[in-house]
């Protein structure tokens, strides 16, 4: 199983990135698809995640900020992010929770440096 992330980059502040996931994972297996983040000597955190009927859920840091979206067609995940500033600065993973075993898979992280 391939989770493949992609996007991240060096943006200064107040700019915009998008990142993407894409899995070869069967649709039918998916369930909720997010986005978690690890900063430097910090504990890996949920950025946003998104089930399959499309609700989504947001980290209070980034929910006026960022935007989740998924493609049920080609298995990907999507993050808008907008405003960035320097706490933005992370490594992201995404993660895909799944119906059947072993139930949860984890990219390989993109990073996001934000400039001040």
């Known amino acids: 199983v391939q989770l493949q992330a992609s996007g991240g980059g060096l943006v200064q502040a107040g700019g915009s990135l998008r990142l993407s996931c894409t899995t070869s994972?069967?649709?039918?297996?998916?369930?909720?698809m997010g986005w978690y983040r690890q900063a430097p000597g910090k504990q890996r955190e949920l950025v946003a995640t998104?089930?399959?009927?499309?609700?989504?859920n947001y980290a209070d840091s980034v929910r006026d900020r960022f935007a989740i979206s998924r493609d049920n067609a080609e298995a990907t995940v999507f993050l808008q992010m907008s405003s960035l500033n320097p706490e933005d600065t992370a490594v992201y993973y995404c993660?895909?929770?799944?119906?059947?075993?072993?139930?949860?898979?984890w990219g390989q992280g993109t990073k996001v440096t934000v400039s001040s």
């Open positions: 994972l069967s649709i039918f297996n998916i369930n909720r």
């Open positions: 993660n895909i929770g799944t119906r059947y075993y072993p139930y949860d898979y």
């Open positions: 998104i089930t399959s009927a499309g609700s989504t």
